[in-house]
C-alpha cells in the first residue's frame, strides 16, 4: 500500500509482479537479508513530510503475548547504536558492512513489520537507511538493539537490478511479462522449539527461535 495510514480504509494498493531477492542472502547469520520488489504499474508519490530526525514504522504486532497486528501505523523516532554497542546486546552476528541497529529505549521491532523502513529527513528530504531485519529478544520491545540491512551498502545491487523484468533478449518494451521466478529452495528441517505465526513457516522458524522477534513494530504512535 501506498501512503496509507490504515491497514484497513486508505492508501492506494499495488500488486507485486515480481520479487527479486538477494543471491547471497545468509538465514543462518541474516545478512543480505533484503530485495527489490518490482510493482504491476508505476506508483506516484505525492506531499512532502514536515517531521524530521531517524524513524522507523510498521503494521506490525502491538503485543508481544498474542499475535494482533496494527490497525493504524505505528512510528517512533530511534537513536543509532554503535555496532560494538549493538553486538554486545544481539550478539557476534551484526555485521558492520550490511547492517544497521536502532532503538534500544522502549521502541523496537517486532513480528510483522519485515522490510519496514528505517528513514531519516536530510536537509528536507527523507532518506532510507535501513529495512527492517531482526532483534534477539522474544519481547517486544525489548533491551535489545533492532537490527535493520543497512540500505546504502546495496546502492549499486539495488540499481543494478531496477531494470531488471523485462522477457529475455534486447532492450525491453514497457509492455513486456516478466519471466516467472524459481520456485524457492525446500526449507531444510530443523528442530528445538520455538513459535513462528509470521510469514516463515514453522519449521523454519523452529530453527531460528533467538530471531522470533525478527519483523517490526511495538511502536507508539506520534
Same mark, same amino acid.
Given at each position: 500500500?501506498?501512503?496509507?495510514?490504515?491497514?484497513?480504509?486508505?492508501?492506494?494498493?499495488?500488486?507485486?509482479?515480481?520479487?527479486?531477492?538477494?543471491?547471497?542472502?545468509?538465514?543462518?547469520?541474516?545478512?543480505?537479508?533484503?530485495?527489490?520488489?518490482?510493482?504491476?504499474?508505476?506508483?506516484?508519490?505525492?506531499?512532502?513530510?514536515?517531521?524530521? /530526525?531517524?524513524?522507523?514504522?510498521?503494521?506490525?504486532?502491538?503485543?508481544?503475548?498474542?499475535?494482533?497486528?496494527? %490497525?493504524?501505523?505505528?512510528?517512533?523516532? /530511534?537513536?543509532?547504536?554503535?555496532?560494538?554497542?549493538?553486538?554486545?546486546?544481539?550478539?557476534?552476528?551484526?555485521?558492520?558492512?550490511?547492517?544497521?541497529?536502532?532503538?534500544?529505549?522502549?521502541?523496537?521491532?517486532?513480528? +510483522?513489520?519485515?522490510?519496514?523502513?528505517?528513514?531519516?529527513?536530510?536537509?528536507?528530504?527523507?532518506?532510507?537507511?535501513?529495512?527492517?531485519?531482526?532483534?534477539?529478544?522474544?519481547?517486544?520491545?525489548?533491551?535489545?538493539?533492532?537490527?535493520?540491512?543497512?540500505?546504502?551498502?546495496?546502492?549499486?545491487?539495488?540499481?543494478?537490478?531496477?531494470?531488471?523484468?523485462?522477457?529475455?533478449?534486447?532492450?525491453? +518494451?514497457?509492455? /513486456?511479462?516478466?519471466?516467472?521466478?524459481?520456485? %524457492?529452495?525446500?526449507?531444510?528441517?530443523?528442530?528445538?522449539?520455538?513459535?513462528?505465526?509470521?510469514?516463515? %513457516?514453522?519449521?523454519?522458524?523452529?530453527?531460528?527461535?533467538?530471531?522470533?522477534?525478527?519483523?517490526?513494530?511495538?511502536?507508539?504512535?506520534?
Amino acid at each position: 500500500m501506498i501512503r496509507a495510514h490504515s491497514r484497513t480504509n486508505d492508501g492506494k494498493v499495488f500488486q507485486v509482479s515480481r520479487v527479486i531477492k538477494h543471491e547471497d542472502f545468509s538465514m543462518q547469520h541474516l545478512r543480505h537479508d533484503v530485495a527489490v520488489l518490482k510493482l504491476s504499474r508505476p506508483a506516484t508519490l505525492g506531499g512532502k513530510s514536515t517531521r524530521s /530526525a531517524f524513524r522507523h514504522m510498521g503494521w506490525g504486532r502491538i503485543n508481544p503475548s498474542n499475535n494482533q497486528l496494527a %490497525p493504524l501505523l505505528k512510528q517512533a523516532s /530511534a537513536p543509532v547504536a554503535t555496532h560494538s554497542q549493538c553486538r554486545a546486546t544481539n550478539g557476534r552476528t551484526v555485521d558492520e558492512s550490511s547492517m544497521v541497529c536502532v532503538g534500544g529505549q522502549g521502541s523496537s521491532v517486532c513480528n +510483522g513489520d519485515s522490510g519496514g523502513p528505517l528513514s531519516c529527513n536530510e536537509g528536507g528530504r527523507w532518506v532510507l537507511r535501513g529495512a527492517a531485519s531482526w532483534v534477539t529478544s522474544k519481547t517486544c520491545p525489548g533491551r535489545t538493539y533492532s537490527v535493520y540491512a543497512r540500505v546504502s551498502s546495496y546502492i549499486d545491487w539495488i540499481t543494478a537490478r531496477v531494470g531488471q523484468g523485462g522477457g529475455g533478449g534486447g532492450g525491453g +518494451g514497457g509492455g /513486456a511479462t516478466p519471466p516467472t521466478p524459481p520456485p %524457492p529452495p525446500p526449507p531444510t528441517k530443523p528442530g528445538g522449539g520455538g513459535n513462528c505465526k509470521d510469514v516463515w %513457516p514453522e519449521s523454519t522458524c523452529r530453527s531460528f527461535s533467538r530471531y522470533l522477534c525478527h519483523h517490526a513494530s511495538i511502536l507508539p504512535r506520534m
